[in-house]
């Protein structure tokens, strides 16, 4: 499946606009911009690195590129999971740096326009945490989407420290 939304991918190339990867965690369902995704991939084995927050997983090696983890699910403070055969790693590019997200089960790639966009309701957050990852909600069909920030899922203090590991790596 990760290969046919893959292909999908490849093929509309300049036609991104309004195009959201999807994917699944636990019983509710994200979207990132297509502009941000790079590739999806299986799960591999990942590299901890210490001392650094718990939903940063560690490192993987793509075809010679060293590319941070994160687990989405323990970012947004839900209880880990075991890792299954439908696990799989969007890699996507954030401010030149690539990092993969790690999903429990991608979903489809989505045509999602501005006017279905509605900003997420305020109930519940405390001023400063406001649309901290979830910029917006969009119903596709009986399915209500959070669409992410993929900016704001790792901090700009980690975005430097990641940016460095990447760096040192390719030396």
């Known amino acids: 499946m990760a290969e046919e939304i893959k292909d999908e991918l490849l093929e509309e190339g300049d036609s991104q606009k309004g195009k959201f990867m999807t994917f699944q965690i636990g019983k509710e369902f994200f979207g990132i911009s297509i502009s941000f995704v790079e590739e999806i ?4 084995e ?3 690195i210490p001392e650094v ?10 075809r010679g590129k060293i590319i941070p983890v994160i ?31 790690i999903v429990e089960k991608i979903a489809e790639v989505d045509t ?3 006017d279905d966009i509605v ?40 975005l430097e420290t990641l940016e460095k590991i990447q760096d040192e790596e390719e030396e």
């Not at 927050?53 to 793509?62: C, R, V």
């Open 41 to 44: 991939i299986a799960m591999q």
């Open 46 to 48: 990942i590299t901890s």
């Open 53 to 62: 927050e718990d939903y940063i997983k560690g490192l993987i090696n793509l």
């Open 71 to 101: 687990d989405v699910r323990i970012r947004f403070k839900m209880e880990p999971q075991e890792y299954t055969d439908r696990t799989c790693i969007i890699v996507i590019s954030v401010k030149s740096i690539m990092i993969g997200l």
């Open 112 to 114: 999602i326009l501005d």
């Open 119 to 158: 900003p997420p309701p305020a109930i519940g957050r405390k001023d400063k945490e406001h649309n901290k990852y979830v910029y917006g909600l969009a119903k596709t069909g009986e399915i209500v989407k959070m669409l992410i920030d993929p900016e704001k899922l790792i901090k700009d203090e980690e």
